[in-house]
């Protein structure tokens, strides 16, 4: 097989990929649209504001007459950009991607929801009508880098490949997802990763400057590998150290991986985009299931410090935690479950991601659950 046999593999994987995403709510992008030193998708984020929330446009307008879109990017970005290691308190939790996708940002006597994620009850129709207003869009071999010159942009091959992203997703305008595939019939998913760790570096190493997309907590919040047969993932760039996850399903026989599926015109990995990256799917992990965790930590000579991870829930977490609070909706209360973790699998986030939404799990305009009570041994 030739290279070329390979690279149009690969392009058919990503086109049938896109395809698949469109029919199922996703808007498809250009990499023109986006900005690149501010790692926003512009046309997006100041789309869905004036979309849903024109009497907070019109005060911001009056703010700033002569401009008022190009005056609200820089703000959103300077929001995001403030998501730095040294961040306590409530700068944790309300500046970065996920902070500002689930808080906000206020300017002057203005303040902007970023997202409208789905309510938990049905009760309020102008919240339902803002949530199907959310702009979700895939942008295809995305030019991220701020740092890419006209001459790096002409090169081909290998070499051109490093300053573009297979695929990048958006929500309003801020990046939540990245994906580098890979076609089994000519690299394994394993190249995929590789590229991640080799040449997705979250620091330029000419300028020395971040990367706005690629910078932990202020770009994108998980990026995945991908090919036909495996999905792997982190949250995390840091070149040769970044640490992939295994996002599969198993296989029937308890194995590794994800089966072979019966339908040749299927993939076995089409669970990603399919299930796990469906807009709803999607915007509910953003709502309910991301999180940083934060783990005080000790080194050899006694020192403390502080370890953060952006934690996305791997497959079987997700999996679990939504059958879960699917039967809860429609069986109620008063029922046994048995789920079983491998050790280190995450049980104990599987288990606080179940409480937490099951003590705010509506079943129409009834609560289901007065309280939820966690007993462990």
């Not at 071999?141 to 997703?169: C, F, M, N």
């Not at 829930?313 to 935690?321: K, L």
Request: glycine content about 6%; aromatic content about 10%; overall charge neutral.
């Amino acid at each position: 097989m030739s290279i070329s046999d390979g690279v149009t593999r690969e392009l058919i994987f990503q086109n049938e990929m896109i395809e698949q995403m469109v029919a199922s709510g996703w808007q498809l992008g250009t990499p023109e649209g986006y900005n690149r030193e501010l790692a926003i998708y512009s046309e997006d984020l100041i789309g869905f504001i004036k979309d849903t929330q024109d009497a907070e446009w019109q005060k911001h307008c009056k703010n700033y007459p002569s401009d008022p879109e190009a005056k609200l990017l820089p703000r959103v970005a300077s929001q995001l950009d403030k998501a730095d290691p040294n961040a306590t308190g409530t700068q944790l939790r309300t500046f970065g991607t996920l902070g500002v996708l689930r808080h906000g940002i206020k300017d002057r006597n203005a303040k902007f929801q970023l997202c409208q994620f789905k309510p938990e009850h049905d009760l309020n129709p102008d919240t339902l009508t803002r949530y199907k207003q959310n702009r979700l869009r895939i942008v295809p071999e995305l030019v991220y880098s701020p740092y890419a010159t006209d001459a790096h942009l002409a090169e081909t091959g290998t070499q051109a490949k490093k300053w573009r992203i297979d695929l990048v997703l958006f929500v309003n305008g801020l990046p939540v997802v990245t994906l580098e595939l890979k076609s089994e019939f000519k690299q394994s998913v394993q190249n995929a990763i590789t590229q991640y760790k080799k040449t997705r570096p979250p620091i330029d190493p000419a300028t020395k400057k971040p990367e706005p997309l690629l910078t932990f907590k202020r770009g994108a919040l998980v990026h995945f590998a991908v090919s036909q047969y495996e999905v792997y993932m982190t949250t995390r760039l840091a070149g040769t150290d970044t640490f992939f996850l295994p996002f599969n399903k198993g296989t029937k026989d308890g194995g590794s991986g994800n089966d072979v599926p019966e339908d040749v015109n299927s993939y076995a990995t089409s669970y990603l985009w399919l299930e796990v990256l469906h807009p709803d799917a999607l915007l509910n992990i953003l709502a309910r299931f991301m999180h940083l965790e934060i783990v005080e930590k000790e080194d050899f000579e006694g020192r403390k410090f502080k370890k953060e991870t952006m934690i996305f829930p791997r497959y079987h977490q997700w999996d679990v935690v939504g059958k879960l609070v699917e039967a809860g909706k429609v069986e109620g209360p008063g029922n046994k479950y048995l789920i079983q973790h491998s050790a280190g699998s995450g049980k104990s986030n599987s288990i606080a991601w179940t409480a937490h939404q099951l003590s705010s799990l509506f079943a129409g305009a009834k609560k289901v659950f007065d309280s939820v009570i966690i007993v462990t041994g």
